[in-house]
């Protein structure tokens, strides 16, 4: 009989997923940790600011909107046994101040703007959260640097000729709890949305439970003075499998030669059809 997590055990020699299984053990949960399993995490890790986790089926019928629930009710409707609420919840866990933010904002342009159509931030919200890939760097001119050619897509100079200030100068954090999902059956192809957050030189000494509490207060600093997702484009593409430590196969140099999925930067002419 397979046992509920196989598909995440799976895949543990993915970063990752070995950071959920450090801070959460999931592996050790004999059931799926659906809304009832979520809310003991929270009580075991002492997780502020998180809404109760409520099994969706146990939801009166409503005519409110998914974001509008959780910033009314105070309660994040989930369903049992699904991969996607389950990262969702982790995710929660993780970077609550984020995620209310995030909540606060949807709901802010629905309340002004209606449900539909849906506005710039509220697209811009949506793909960070379901896709978001963050990625720290430390105060310098040379990381400053890198996190530029990721967005020039100079692949090979940030994932091959860089490649070991990963895990040290440099670290990812996959917010978006889709690409978590799709993760789990990873294939060339699968992309995030990458936003660069700077920090300083201890936050790669610090434990992984630590790093997110202080990412967490930073996101939420630089998302409200920016008013990041109101602008155009405020994220650029990764290429997920590419980032050292996701994937085995980028161990190879050549791995990075696909152009296919590691692609060149788009001329301004080309862009500007695409934006047509």
Not at 6 to 16: A, C, G, K, R, W
Not at 152 to 173: C, K, L, M, P, T
């Amino acid at each position: 009989m397979t046992v509920w997590h196989h598909d995440f055990t799976q895949q543990l020699p993915m970063l990752p997923m070995q950071q959920l299984e450090t801070y959460f053990g999931l592996s050790r949960f004999t059931d799926w940790p659906n809304a009832q399993g979520l809310n003991a995490l929270m009580k075991l890790k002492g997780s502020l600011h998180v809404p109760n986790f409520i099994c969706q089926s146990e939801l009166a019928e409503s005519d409110d909107y998914y974001e509008q629930i959780i910033h009314q009710q105070h309660i994040i409707p989930t369903r049992p046994n699904s991969w996607h609420d389950l990262f969702n919840g982790l995710i929660w866990l993780q970077f609550p101040q984020t995620k209310r933010l995030l909540n606060q904002q949807h709901v802010e342009d629905i309340e002004q703007y209606g449900l539909s159509p849906r506005t710039l931030r509220r697209n811009n919200l949506t793909h960070f959260d379901e896709c978001g890939v963050i990625v720290t760097y430390e105060r310098s001119e040379v990381f400053s640097q890198l996190i530029e050619n990721v967005k020039q897509h100079q692949w090979h100079a940030v994932f091959v000729d860089n490649r070991q200030y990963w895990g040290n100068e440099i670290n990812s954090f996959i917010f978006g709890h889709a690409n978590l999902e799709m993760l789990l059956h990873p294939f060339i192809g699968l992309t995030g949305k990458f936003l660069a957050v700077e920090v300083d030189s201890l936050f790669s000494s610090l434990s992984y439970k630590k790093q997110v509490a202080e990412l967490d207060i930073r996101l939420v600093s630089h998302i409200q003075k920016t008013d990041l997702f109101s602008t155009q484009k405020p994220l650029s593409p990764m290429p997920l499998l590419g980032i050292p430590d996701v994937w085995d196969a980028n161990n190879d140099p050549e791995f990075y030669d696909n152009t296919d999925y590691f692609r060149p930067k788009p001329s301004p002419k080309s862009a500007s059809k695409n934006d047509k």
